[in-house]
């Protein structure tokens, strides 16, 4: 069956670096985008981006550029959010999600949470 | 940019009838989605296209869509159904999600 299983949770302090795992089995990792998805405390979700898993081309979203990369090691149908220079509003939790938003393919990870406090 | 935007909360007794709304402009002419999410697990699809239901889905979860508005009904809800409600849809390239809707069934 399809999976999506994150990394464990993290707790770094303000302007530490952190690098979240997504491991796709059960389907061709290269078949479907990957998406990145926060969610803060007791707030809504929001999308991150996306990363193209044929070419690796990375989508920003709005609001998630440049502390934010999205990156992929297709060998091991791993995607990877890394967040440098955190700071404590980037506490949330982060999701990665695989979906073909014409069809009913729609999986998604368990979910890391990173708290970022000194 | 687009929005979506649900009740933040449905409360029902068990066997009725439960119906979340998701509302917003994009829903005019995009697909909507519908998941579910219950505390420290992954997301579950529950609809798709408006009115899709992926395999495996109880048969009591179906959607509707009117306009700008799409309609998630929980005909006969479960105990076990209790659980956040995301609408969300595709848009320009962008995922836009709802602000859930916590379904309270007792």
């Known amino acids: 069956q399809v999976q999506l299983v994150q990394s464990g949770s993290e707790l770094k302090k303000p302007g530490a670096s952190v690098k979240v795992s997504c491991k796709a089995s059960?389907?061709?990792?290269?078949?479907?985008?990957m998406n990145w998805v926060r969610q803060a405390p007791g707030q809504g979700l929001e999308w991150m981006g996306w990363i193209n898993t044929n070419t690796g081309n990375p989508t920003y979203a709005q609001g998630f550029t440049g502390r934010f990369v999205f990156s992929l090691d297709t060998s091991v149908s791993t995607a990877y959010l890394q967040i440098s220079s955190l700071k404590a509003e980037d506490t949330a939790v982060y999701y990665c999600?695989?979906?073909?938003?014409?069809?009913?393919?729609?999986?998604w990870g368990q979910g890391t949470l990173v708290t970022v406090s000194s | 940019s687009y929005e979506l935007t649900q009740p933040s909360s449905v409360s029902v007794s068990p066997g009725q009838t439960a119906r979340i709304t998701c509302s917003g402009d994009v829903l005019a002419k995009k697909y909507a989605r519908w998941f579910q999410q219950k505390p420290g697990q992954a997301p579950v699809l529950v609809i798709y296209?408006?009115?899709e239901r992926p395999s495996g889905i109880p048969e009591r979860f179906s959607g509707s869509s009117s306009g700008t508005t799409v309609t998630l009904t929980i005909s006969g809800a479960q105990v076990e159904d209790e659980a956040d409600y995301y609408c969300?849809?595709?848009?320009?390239?962008?995922?836009?999600f709802g602000g859930g809707t916590k379904l309270t069934v007792l």
């Open positions: 059960g389907y061709t990792f290269t078949s479907y985008a």
């Open positions: 969300y849809s595709a848009a320009d390239n962008n995922l836009v």
């Open positions: 296209k408006d009115s």
């Open positions: 999600a695989a979906v073909a938003v014409a069809g009913p393919f729609d999986y």
